[in-house]
């Protein structure tokens, strides 16, 4: 069975760093032919939208557009482990972040569905305006 943990959320000011990290098992149990980690997040109020992801065995990645330069996504193979490195933080960015596995399409990574395992229960990032 397939499960996913995030770690590293938090409060901070705007102009701050956070590092997030997601641990996975079970991934010779998913069913995705390109699988892919990635991170996204969800508002009060706000749909959820996909921040960045990668493609676990070519690397390529994806970041939303308002988090380009100040993200960077990046994985440790071995240990299916990914990481979301934010600097440079924003009000705008408060948000619960989760982490999921998916299948890799066209340069984004479309996670997988929360009922088979492939979704994390997600940190809460603040950063106060």
């Known amino acids: 069975q397939v499960h996913v943990t995030e770690s590293g959320g938090g409060s901070v000011q705007a102009g701050g760093s956070l590092r997030l990290s997601c641990v996975a098992s079970?991934?010779?149990?998913?069913?995705?032919?390109?699988?892919?980690m990635g991170w996204f997040r969800q508002a009060p109020g706000k749909g959820r939208e996909g921040v960045a992801g990668?493609?676990?065995?070519?690397?390529?990645?994806y970041y939303l557009d308002s988090v380009k330069g100040r993200f960077t996504i990046s994985q440790d193979y071995a240990k299916n482990t990914v990481y979301l490195q934010m600097d440079s933080l924003k009000p705008e960015d408060t948000a619960t972040y989760y982490c999921?596995?998916?299948?890799?399409?066209?340069?984004?990574?479309?996670?997988?569905?929360?009922?088979?395992?492939?979704w994390g229960q997600g940190t809460q990032v603040s950063v106060p305006s």
């Open positions: 999921a596995i998916g299948a890799w399409r066209g340069g984004y990574c479309y996670p997988g569905s929360p009922d088979a395992g492939y």
């Open positions: 079970g991934l010779d149990k998913s069913v995705f032919a390109n699988p892919c």
């Open positions: 990668i493609e676990r065995v070519s690397t390529t990645t």
